[in-house]
């Protein structure tokens, strides 16, 4: 049975208590996360700029292209290309090797990080050369989530890295931008059962609890 809680709360002695808003908000990570990277001095109101993206061989030539067409000179912050997807067997293996020529150009070109092809996954390498504590990464694959890290790691659509990367390297601001998100706590009694993830047993709620969101 679970539980949906409409109001206010903090976690007290094992169960939710009534909380004055926006106390517990304040206290999560994730919102110390947001605000650490929110430009727009509206705490209510989100510009975020992250702390680098990445994208791999299936999606990071259109958005480049896009963001040369849109007035890019130069990547603005940390950008790895991988060549971890189109490189499959799957896919058709060295037949997307233009692909792969294109990246690497481009990334000498605008000054990103290209990693070659079976050398490494691009959530792999992430992981290891940019997830930390307190970070904020954008990726091109749904899959770009790095939390057991407290990193804040996003997966969006090619046109939301289209935008950081399209404003010059010397400015602070970047048009990512939203709304500041409500915290949905929630109970569910028992264990989980096995294969089951965080991200993956709130689904068959999710839509009663977006709509109590907007």
């Given at each position: 049975?679970?539980?949906i809680q409409n109001?206010?709360?903090r976690?007290?002695?094992?169960r939710?208590?009534p909380?004055?808003?926006?106390q517990?908000?304040?206290g999560?990570?994730?919102?110390a996360?947001l605000?650490?990277?929110n430009?727009?001095?509206?705490?209510?109101?989100?510009?975020?700029r992250f702390?680098?993206m990445a994208?791999h061989?299936?999606?990071?030539v259109g958005?480049?292209?896009t963001?040369r067409?849109?007035?890019?000179k130069e990547f603005?912050l940390?950008?790895?290309l991988?060549?971890?997807h189109?490189?499959?067997?799957a896919?058709?293996g060295t037949i997307?090797?233009?692909?792969?020529?294109?990246?690497l150009?481009?990334?000498?070109?605008?000054?990103?990080?290209?990693?070659?092809a079976?050398?490494?996954?691009?959530?792999s390498?992430m992981?290891?050369?940019y997830?930390?504590?307190?970070?904020?990464?954008?990726?091109?694959?749904?899959h770009?989530r790095?939390?057991a890290?407290g990193c804040m790691a996003?997966?969006?659509g090619g046109?939301e890295?289209?935008?950081q990367?399209?404003?010059p390297?010397s400015?602070?601001a970047?048009?990512?931008?939203?709304?500041?998100p409500k915290?949905l706590?929630?109970?569910?009694p028992?264990?989980p059962g096995?294969g089951?993830?965080?991200?993956?047993w709130?689904?068959?709620?999710?839509g009663p609890p977006?709509?109590a969101?907007?």
């Amino acid at each position: 049975m679970i539980t949906i809680q409409n109001a206010p709360v903090r976690w007290q002695d094992g169960r939710f208590a009534p909380a004055p808003h926006p106390q517990g908000r304040e206290g999560t990570m994730a919102h110390a996360i947001l605000m650490a990277h929110n430009t727009s001095g509206d705490p209510d109101r989100l510009s975020l700029r992250f702390d680098a993206m990445a994208s791999h061989d299936i999606t990071y030539v259109g958005i480049i292209q896009t963001a040369r067409a849109s007035g890019m000179k130069e990547f603005p912050l940390p950008y790895v290309l991988t060549n971890c997807h189109n490189s499959l067997c799957a896919v058709g293996g060295t037949i997307n090797e233009d692909d792969h020529v294109f990246g690497l150009s481009a990334a000498k070109k605008y000054g990103g990080e290209f990693v070659p092809a079976h050398q490494a996954v691009i959530h792999s390498y992430m992981r290891e050369r940019y997830a930390a504590p307190g970070k904020m990464i954008l990726g091109s694959d749904s899959h770009t989530r790095y939390g057991a890290y407290g990193c804040m790691a996003v997966g969006e659509g090619g046109p939301e890295l289209v935008k950081q990367r399209s404003w010059p390297a010397s400015s602070s601001a970047r048009p990512t931008t939203s709304h500041t998100p409500k915290s949905l706590p929630s109970t569910s009694p028992g264990r989980p059962g096995p294969g089951s993830a965080p991200r993956t047993w709130p689904w068959p709620w999710w839509g009663p609890p977006s709509k109590a969101a907007r």
